[in-house]
């Protein structure tokens, strides 16, 4: 069964929800970077231009100003691309947002090669690293509708920092809107007995595919969305291995500093001495391109991820 | 305290440069007592800072978080021992504490962080993201219907961090009046003159042209400083600048002026002579 094809991108779906939650709550605001119309942000600025910031192509400034605004217990949301909110604004978000631990939320669009067709410089491929080292940060990354939407409710009602990764494309849906989740939660959208296929935003649809294929071959992959990357779902992923004994981490990220780094080191500390092998960047800059083209050249494809869990599933006999 | 607006002007010049040399003592002893910290920034920025502290900011030290207190930012951060004496010295936690600066356990960290100590709204320590957040104070103060005014203190060095001049653009954007920027301006940061290190002049067309509006003031003669910061608070539609030429290591005669004493902490010697000086015991 395949999965039906995505109504919005990510961006989109988490700003519409934070539309409709603006209409009971007047207590928030929105910061944006002059790429409103990009992450959607103008849409919530159209309805509420008093509480909507557009402050130019600033972002260091724009999250010095949202650590202002969030001084007093205020909750800011700062939309824009990935690559500029965690590298040209990092520091702002390190030592004002995430030290004082204020409620800023930020709203990272263009994640890994989703922005495939702008180029490396608008891919975020170590913004996990960046955000997940930071302390006192929550990080979340939706792969859908449902779970976007449900990232905004997230964001809004956990206290601190939250950084949240989302995607250029619409790509496909994956939960029933009334699916629900939880900061530190994860869910398995597919079950399997043989190999473990720990995954986040894109590539959960990725890996939903990927155990298809190895479903016509005899194999069954568990596929398990790990939405909250910091914290992280632990008792799941001892939970699934307790099954399948093999462990594949796909992510669209440097394979360095990201969830695959998190989960070997998890499995180093807990004894847990199962196959492993990690699909990513290989230390290596992606490039322009489409999307589905770029995530096949680069092994983030459904085939590669397939074509890497049956060597992990002969590994283990 | 007694209310300041009901003593004469003579009375309130004569009574805050009583406190600015007890801020100046407390500058030169915590930095003593900690080997480490900034001298000369502080003291340059002492005058300044008494009179906002002990006359002008509408604060109160007993409900320290109160919604319409004024802010104040210290975005050159490294200053914080000027901040966390006029603190003390107000009232907002005990004067012995300032002894503990940078020491493990301490709330007087290295840099200031906002949560650790009373009256202390925002973090700083890296320039030009202090003055950032003032500006989102100032944007929270409007939307929440609140008058009060924020304070926020630069460095003439600070100026050549970029940050700084998106922040003044974005400020002009809102017509934050309700902010004012003192610059610090004594010529001197880390490695040298700051006017050859990266030369900024004009400071004040700079400020102008961002349209703001531009005060200046000697920042040692507490009539000036008294002067120049009520008209700055007054509402005009702009966000104010106002230059404060000041002289670093100011009130310590072997400090004034003088590049090593930007991070540089005072012998026991030099923290006695300092000490007398700023008593007028000595000649």
């Given at each position: 069964?395949?999965?039906?094809?995505?109504?919005?991108?990510?961006?989109?779906?988490?700003?519409?929800?934070?539309?409709?939650?603006?209409?009971?709550?007047?207590?928030?605001?929105?910061?944006?970077?002059?790429?409103?119309?990009?992450?959607?942000?103008?849409?919530?600025?159209?309805?509420?231009?008093?509480?909507?910031?557009?402050?130019?192509?600033?972002?260091?400034?724009?999250?010095?100003?949202?650590?202002?605004?969030?001084?007093?217990?205020?909750?800011?949301?700062?939309?824009?691309?990935?690559?500029?909110?965690?590298?040209?604004?990092?520091?702002?978000?390190?030592?004002?947002?995430?030290y004082p631990r204020l409620n800023v939320k930020i709203f990272s669009s263009h994640a890994g090669v989703t922005a495939a067709i702008d180029g490396v410089t608008h891919q975020a491929t170590e913004d996990l690293a960046f955000m997940a080292t930071l302390p006192n940060m929550t990080v979340l990354a939706p792969c859908d509708s449902a779970s976007a939407r449900a990232a905004f409710d997230l964001a809004r009602n956990t206290p601190g920092p939250v950084f949240v990764r989302l995607m250029r494309d619409p790509l496909k849906e994956v939960y029933a809107p009334e699916t629900t989740f939880r900061?530190?939660?994860?869910?398995?959208?597919?079950?399997?007995?043989?190999?473990?296929?720990?995954?986040?935003?894109?590539?959960?649809?990725?890996?939903?595919?990927?155990?298809?294929?190895?479903?016509?071959?005899?194999?069954?992959?568990?596929?398990?969305?790990?939405?909250?990357?910091?914290?992280?779902?632990?008792?799941?992923?001892?939970?699934?291995?307790?099954?399948?004994?093999?462990?594949?981490?796909?992510?669209?990220?440097?394979?360095?500093?990201?969830?695959?780094?998190?989960?070997?080191?998890?499995?180093?500390?807990?004894?847990?001495?199962?196959?492993?092998?990690?699909?990513?960047?290989?230390?290596?800059?992606?490039?322009?391109?489409?999307?589905?083209?770029?995530?096949?050249?680069?092994?983030?494809?459904?085939?590669?991820?397939?074509?890497?869990?049956?060597?992990?599933?002969?590994?283990k006999n | 305290m007694t209310n300041p607006s009901a003593r004469s002007p003579e009375e309130r010049v004569a009574f805050l440069e009583a406190k600015a040399r007890d801020v100046r003592r407390a500058i030169v002893e915590m930095v003593h007592s900690a080997q480490s910290g900034h001298c000369g920034g502080s003291l340059s920025a002492a005058d300044f800072v008494t009179a906002l502290y002990f006359d002008l900011m509408d604060i109160d030290p007993a409900e320290p978080r109160k919604p319409d207190r004024d802010r104040f930012v210290l975005s050159k951060g490294h200053a914080c021992p000027v901040?966390?004496?006029?603190?003390?010295?107000?009232?907002?936690?005990?004067?012995?504490?300032?002894?503990?600066?940078?020491?493990?356990?301490?709330?007087?960290?290295?840099?200031?962080?906002?949560?650790?100590?009373?009256?202390?709204?925002?973090?700083?320590?890296?320039?030009?993201?202090?003055?950032?957040?003032?500006?989102?104070?100032?944007?929270?103060?409007?939307?929440?219907?609140?008058?009060?005014?924020?304070?926020?203190?630069?460095?003439?060095?600070?100026?050549?961090?970029?940050?700084?001049?998106?922040?003044?653009?974005?400020?002009?954007?809102?017509?934050?009046?309700?902010?004012?920027?003192?610059?610090?301006?004594?010529?001197?940061?880390?490695?040298?003159?700051?006017?050859?290190?990266?030369?900024?002049?004009?400071?004040?067309?700079?400020?102008?042209?961002?349209?703001?509006?531009?005060?200046?003031?000697?920042?040692?003669?507490?009539?000036?400083?008294?002067?120049?910061?009520?008209?700055?608070?007054?509402?005009?539609?702009?966000?104010?600048?106002?230059?404060?030429?000041?002289?670093?290591?100011?009130?310590?005669?072997?400090?004034?002026?003088?590049?090593?004493?930007?991070?540089?902490?005072?012998?026991?010697?030099?923290?006695?002579?300092?000490?007398?000086?700023?008593?007028?015991?000595?000649?």
């Amino acid at each position: 069964m395949s999965l039906p094809p995505a109504k919005a991108p990510t961006r989109r779906a988490i700003m519409d929800r934070l539309v409709e939650a603006a209409r009971e709550d007047r207590s928030f605001v929105v910061l944006d970077s002059d790429i409103g119309y990009s992450t959607y942000s103008y849409l919530f600025g159209d309805a509420y231009p008093d509480r909507y910031f557009n402050l130019g192509i600033a972002e260091l400034g724009t999250m010095a100003a949202a650590a202002g605004l969030a001084a007093d217990g205020r909750t800011v949301f700062v939309c824009g691309y990935g690559v500029f909110l965690t590298m040209r604004a990092l520091e702002a978000v390190r030592s004002f947002v995430c030290y004082p631990r204020l409620n800023v939320k930020i709203f990272s669009s263009h994640a890994g090669v989703t922005a495939a067709i702008d180029g490396v410089t608008h891919q975020a491929t170590e913004d996990l690293a960046f955000m997940a080292t930071l302390p006192n940060m929550t990080v979340l990354a939706p792969c859908d509708s449902a779970s976007a939407r449900a990232a905004f409710d997230l964001a809004r009602n956990t206290p601190g920092p939250v950084f949240v990764r989302l995607m250029r494309d619409p790509l496909k849906e994956v939960y029933a809107p009334e699916t629900t989740f939880r900061v530190g939660g994860s869910h398995t959208p597919r079950r399997g007995d043989d190999v473990t296929i720990a995954c986040l935003g894109d590539m959960v649809i990725q890996a939903v595919e990927a155990a298809e294929l190895l479903a016509a071959e005899g194999i069954s992959a568990e596929v398990l969305d790990l939405y909250s990357l910091k914290p992280w779902d632990e008792a799941a992923l001892a939970k699934s291995l307790d099954r399948t004994g093999a462990l594949l981490v796909a992510e669209n990220h440097q394979r360095r500093n990201g969830l695959g780094y998190e989960l070997a080191a998890w499995c180093m500390r807990n004894g847990r001495s199962v196959p492993f092998a990690q699909l990513g960047l290989a230390d290596t800059f992606a490039e322009s391109g489409a999307y589905a083209k770029t995530l096949e050249k680069f092994g983030l494809d459904a085939a590669a991820i397939a074509r890497t869990a049956r060597d992990l599933v002969a590994r283990k006999n | 305290m007694t209310n300041p607006s009901a003593r004469s002007p003579e009375e309130r010049v004569a009574f805050l440069e009583a406190k600015a040399r007890d801020v100046r003592r407390a500058i030169v002893e915590m930095v003593h007592s900690a080997q480490s910290g900034h001298c000369g920034g502080s003291l340059s920025a002492a005058d300044f800072v008494t009179a906002l502290y002990f006359d002008l900011m509408d604060i109160d030290p007993a409900e320290p978080r109160k919604p319409d207190r004024d802010r104040f930012v210290l975005s050159k951060g490294h200053a914080c021992p000027v901040w966390y004496a006029a603190l003390a010295l107000r009232g907002y936690f005990p004067v012995e504490e300032l002894s503990t600066l940078r020491r493990n356990d301490s709330r007087l960290q290295g840099h200031p962080v906002a949560t650790y100590l009373p009256g202390v709204d925002a973090t700083s320590g890296s320039l030009g993201l202090g003055f950032g957040q003032a500006l989102g104070m100032a944007l929270d103060a409007r939307l929440s219907g609140r008058t009060n005014t924020v304070w926020a203190v630069l460095g003439d060095g600070e100026l050549d961090e970029g940050v700084v001049w998106e922040t003044a653009a974005q400020a002009a954007k809102y017509r934050l009046d309700n902010l004012v920027a003192i610059v610090d301006r004594n010529n001197l940061q880390n490695d040298g003159r700051a006017d050859d290190i990266l030369p900024m002049e004009p400071i004040d067309r700079k400020f102008e042209s961002f349209n703001w509006r531009v005060l200046e003031m000697d920042g040692h003669d507490m009539r000036q400083v008294l002067a120049t910061l009520e008209k700055a608070r007054e509402r005009t539609g702009k966000p104010t600048c106002v230059i404060a030429r000041t002289v670093k290591g100011k009130g310590v005669s072997f400090m004034e002026d003088k590049r090593e004493w930007h991070g540089k902490p005072p012998s026991d010697e030099e923290r006695r002579r300092a000490c007398e000086e700023i008593e007028g015991r000595t000649e």
